[in-house]
């Protein structure tokens, strides 16, 4: 990483960032050229293994590229604000974020299923609970996940009094 001084190494303090936000961008790729998607998103982290969930329509471009290439990265951030200055040059921006890349699998078991629903429900809620769900509803839909391989975190910290919130 470039800005060392801006790097988050504690593991902790990244999954932190992870659980406050609440959109993950996955980057894909299809005949060398990327496709990035924005989506909201549940996680676990166990055993040092950090994986990301997401659901989807069970057709469409996304789907297609995931079943011909499962290589994908990532990027979440949050708390982000304009630091205002009095010369344009002197603006700059405070952020969290964690960027990454892993392997997408797509979950065809329905208890998997149900619990990366689960983990999605429990992360945009923030309500641990078990949710129910229809047969019609998860043969309908493609729940996968990203196993991450390795990620990063980076952040610039507020300065409250020179913010505005975006």
């Not at 469409?60 to 011909?68: D, S």
Request: glycine residues 6%.
């Amino acid at each position: 990483m470039r800005r060392q001084e801006k790097e988050i190494t504690d593991t902790n303090e990244k999954i932190s960032i992870v659980r406050k936000c609440k959109v993950c961008r996955i980057g894909l790729a299809e005949n060398n050229m990327p496709y990035i998607v924005p989506l909201n998103y549940g996680f676990r982290f166990e055993n040092n293994i950090l994986t990301l969930f997401f659901h989807s329509a069970a057709t469409g471009k996304k789907i297609g590229i995931i079943k011909n290439n499962n290589n994908a990265c990532f990027e979440i951030d949050c708390d982000t604000g304009l630091i205002q200055a009095e010369k344009a040059c002197n603006y700059s921006f405070a952020y969290k974020s964690i960027i990454g890349f892993g392997k997408i699998i797509i979950l065809e078991n329905t208890v998997e299923k149900i619990d990366g629903l689960n983990r999605i429900m429990n992360h945009q809620t923030e309500k641990e609970m078990v949710f129910n769900y229809t047969d019609d509803v998860l043969e309908k839909i493609t729940v996968y996940k990203l196993v991450v391989e390795e990620f990063t975190g980076k952040q610039k910290e507020f300065q409250q009094e020179n913010i505005s919130a975006v």
